[in-house]
């Protein structure tokens, strides 16, 4: 089983609809949760973090984290036609003392205005 | 203005033509990584560092080299680059990986004839 599973779209969605991207891992040793946006031709930029289950809300949009059940989602609301990007979901394996970061391969959202 | 800068960004070169990309960061930042970002695999790490002349593999370090010799700078060495090392690089900076927010450079496309 992969460590990390994410939706792999593409999602087309129309202007103001509400958005769910969901990851699904494995590995209890995954602590920090987060989820990166990624324009075209540019480096990630991280969108939200969190470590605990439950919801974290910033402006439009809401992390969801179930660590009983392995998965983490992200929701837009009234989505606009600048959130169209790839979205990635991340998280970080303390396993062994070390820091890595592992990511979902990314699903790409385009908002039609 | 705080950023990760990464040169070259684009590239071409020859199979066995030894090539550094270059990473530097403003922020005093001790972690760093390098990823690379396939389509259909995603980003995956190649290597991290947690400070000065520490450094450990991420997921993919086969055929790659690293080195933390001062703080700002995490260069990325291909000793004898291959086709299969095509693609397309992303350094990264941030405090620590727990939760802290990861810089993304504006990334560096390599094609290896």
């Known amino acids: 089983q992969k460590e990390v599973e994410q939706d792999p779209g593409p999602l087309s969605v129309p202007e103001g609809a509400i958005v769910s991207l969901n990851c699904t891992y494995s590995?209890?040793?995954?602590?920090?949760f987060m989820w990166y946006r990624q324009y075209s031709r540019k480096g990630p930029e991280l969108l939200m973090y969190?470590?605990?289950?439950g919801n974290k809300e910033d402006g439009r949009f809401t992390a969801q984290v179930d660590k009983s059940s392995k998965y983490i989602s992200l929701f837009i609301r009234d989505s606009q036609p600048s959130d169209s990007a790839t979205y990635l979901c991340?998280?970080?394996?303390?396993?062994?003392?070390?820091?890595?970061?592992?990511f979902g391969k990314g699903t790409k959202l385009t908002v039609n205005p | 203005e705080a950023q990760v800068t990464q040169n070259p960004r684009y590239l071409i070169t020859v199979t066995g033509k030894k090539l550094t990309v270059t990473c530097s960061q403003n922020?005093?930042?001790?972690?760093m990584s390098w990823y690379r970002q396939d389509p259909g695999l995603g980003l995956r790490q190649i290597y991290y560092?947690?400070?000065?002349?520490?450094?450990d593999k991420g997921d993919v370090p086969e055929g790659y080299k690293v080195s933390r010799k001062e703080k700002r700078n995490f260069p990325l060495i291909l000793e004898s680059p291959s086709p299969n090392q095509t693609s397309l690089y992303f350094c990264?900076?941030?405090?620590?990986?727990?939760?802290?927010?990861?810089?993304f450079g504006p990334g560096t496309r390599l094609t290896v004839l």
């Open positions: 991340a998280w970080t394996d303390t396993q062994g003392g070390s820091e890595k970061l592992v």
């Open positions: 590995n209890s040793a995954f602590q920090y």
């Open positions: 969190t470590y605990s289950s």
């Open positions: 922020m005093n930042h001790e972690y």
């Open positions: 560092s947690m400070n000065v002349e520490v450094t």
């Open positions: 990264a900076s941030s405090f620590s990986t727990s939760g802290s927010k990861q810089y």
